[in-house]
């Protein structure tokens, strides 16, 4: 795959959080934890065809609990896939199963670069977090999405089991301006905001632990 993987806790996160960022690349996968109910599964489908994307891998539980087999279940998909940037929720979000899938997310990712663990163990590049509902105070990554907001919109009116809980149109009204404010702060129509979070490579299973360029 070698692209973006979003880890996600519920179906519809994957398009308020990075929807139009993963449209641009058409390689990206969704990896979401819970389904509840479970008819929204339909729902996920749809708006990852909205986005362009390839079918979605679910794992259905009922809520994210940070175990060892989900942190587990979460590093065998990312080294199956091999992503180069996962994207997944803030650790301050104001929802607990998305603060949780931080936390399996970030002990996945380490898990999967464990020579010990895996015989082709996966180390991924850059982790990126994104904003649902609680925005960012100070973005490290912005991307226009200008050319895929369109997109994301479609894949927004992919969730009528969301949509109808708010008929003033709060999800499609927030996720709007929230994507004209990044496109505001970058100099872009539209865009997404991101904490770019680094990833400690200090434990014994690195090959390479040392540069001599620190501006490669
Ligand atoms: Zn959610």
């Not at 587990?72 to 994207?87: G, L, M, Y």
């Not at 907001?149 to 003033?168: G, P």
Request: net charge neutral; proline share 4%.
């Amino acid at each position: 795959m070698g692209g973006i993987l979003a880890v996600v806790s519920h179906p519809d996160d994957e398009t308020f959080g990075c929807g139009g960022t993963l449209a641009l690349h058409a390689d990206s996968r969704v990896l979401c934890l819970t389904c509840n109910p479970r008819d929204r599964k339909v729902e996920l489908k749809v708006a990852c065809k909205a986005l362009g994307l390839a079918e979605s891998i679910i794992f259905m539980e009922d809520n994210v609990v940070p175990s060892r087999s989900l942190i587990k279940r979460v590093a065998d998909v990312i080294v199956a896939e091999r992503p180069r940037i996962v994207v997944t929720h803030l650790p301050f979000d104001y929802h607990a199963d998305h603060r949780a899938t931080y936390e399996v997310v970030k002990e996945a990712i380490e898990w999967a670069s464990h020579t010990t663990t895996y015989e082709k163990s996966c180390l991924v590049e850059r982790l990126l977090l994104m904003e649902i509902n609680t925005l960012i105070p100070s973005p490290h990554v912005l991307v226009d999405i200008s050319e895929t907001m369109v997109r994301k919109r479609a894949a927004v009116e992919a969730y009528k089991t969301q949509l109808v809980k708010f008929s003033w149109g709060y999800y499609q009204n927030f996720s709007d301006k929230k994507a004209e404010l990044r496109g505001a702060q970058s100099n872009c129509a539209h865009a997404e905001a991101f904490v770019e979070e680094s990833l400690a490579k200090n434990g014994p299973f690195y090959e390479a632990k040392a540069t001599r360029n620190l501006l490669r």
